[in-house]
């Protein structure tokens, strides 16, 4: 039986759940709403910052659910995490066997690592708050790590990781393929031999730290999800990282296998697809993440995408009535605007939450809505081995086949500009280091504006780009 009924349900405590929950209790402060989360704790967006039109900057923090609902009257918190879903009926069931109905439900339940194989004491994935103690745990503890991926999560750790062996195993050409080119890697590269600058310890916060570990699924790491957490391993006194510079050119793979070799010394082997066998204290798969889905689908009807997340249309609707979805777990299903993508990051989490909030409001309210400004133009800022790095647009060239130019501007250990034209018109854009030039490119990939004439004089770092086109 029923034990309560919500007009809105958010499944998920993320920063796209919780994101969701402040914009309805804005929109209908009357509304009673029900967030179901696996952990005890909550992601709460602190700081927020508008950098530029779409451009934005927060920070993260984990806090307890009742600091929720101490700020929503009418928020109920519930653990723990849902066991099943039925969108016949409008329930979930949670994983006490309590059962709650919904009028309009928000699936936000993010996603887990991929991990190389499952079920093996030596293969960790890093995700949340849980993993990454784990993680430290075992680094304390290690001489030589293994770290397979090429997205964010890998970057960071191989750069950040101290008194510890690392070998990186890419399968791309080049580090970093998520984020950039070979020319982009190839700038960054020093950075991973050079001296890190110093750091400013003790850390501001001690973000992820929570006393006790979240129990159940934790949410999904931010920003600066290292800080605050001592990634070093075993080896201290003197830095024994290989630099990884060789390392991702030397050792691509295709497929991973595990060799339990019977003898040697160290706990695991990882056998590379160019034949390669290394041993570690123990590998680190940041390969992506698969979306949480799975407590909902059976019995449903749910449309999934190929990356296996749920489909959602411009309003966050699911192919299930009354269900929508934000942030890692939903896939955007409709027609993008030429200079965005979906990416999983932490920005989106928070634009699709917030969007979804708004969409739930004005259907219930029978208001029209349009998709979103933000999803206009793709847009992210963030820190890669201590450069700021803002990434605007299709800023890959992603899509565009061969048809668009490259215009690049390389100051070694200062700054990297890469600008992306089609047709004459800029569509993307990588900056790396203080270029200052986000908010003209930005204006410049918006308002579409032709700049054949312009040619390579727009990277020419004697003009001023912005009286340019004021
Ligand atoms: P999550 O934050 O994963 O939250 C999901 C929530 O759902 C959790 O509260 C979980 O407990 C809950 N849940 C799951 N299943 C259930 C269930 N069955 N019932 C109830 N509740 C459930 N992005 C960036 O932009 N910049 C970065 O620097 C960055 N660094 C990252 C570093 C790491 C190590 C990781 C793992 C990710 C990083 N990301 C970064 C990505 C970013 O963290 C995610 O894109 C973002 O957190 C997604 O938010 P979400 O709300 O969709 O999901």
New binding site residues.
Partial sequence: SVVACAKFMI???????VTCVEQLSSQIPSADIAL????SH??AVTNYKQVSKTLEEFDVEERPSSVLEARFPNLTVIHP??KSLNTQSHTVETADGRVFGYEKLCI????R?KLLTQDNPYVLG???TDS?QAFQKQLSKAKRIVIVGNG??AL?LVYEVEGCEVIWAVKDKAIGNTFFDAGAAQFLIPSLEADKPERAAPCRRPRYTTEEPAA??????????HEGIVLRGAETGFVARTHPLTVPFLFPFHALNFSSLPVGTWPVYILLTNGKTFGCDFVVSATG?VP?TE?FLHGNNFALADDAGLQVDDHMMTSEPDVYA????CTACWEHSPLWQQM??????RQM?WYAGRCMAAHVLSEPIELDFCFELFS?I?KFFNYKVVLLGKFNAQGLGPNHELLVRCTKGQEYVKVVLSGGKMVGAVLIGETDLEETFENLMLNQMDLTQYGEELLNPNIDIEDYFD
């Fill in positions: 499944v998920g405590g993320g920063i796209a759940g179901i989360t696996a952990g909550i992601k995490a849902v936000c339940s993010g996603g690592p890093i995700r949340d990454a964010g999560i960071e159940g699924s934790g949410s999904a790491l931010g920003p600066d999800w993440v949480n407590p934000a942030g890692d777990v999983r990051l932490w920005t989106q989490a939450g992210h963030t």
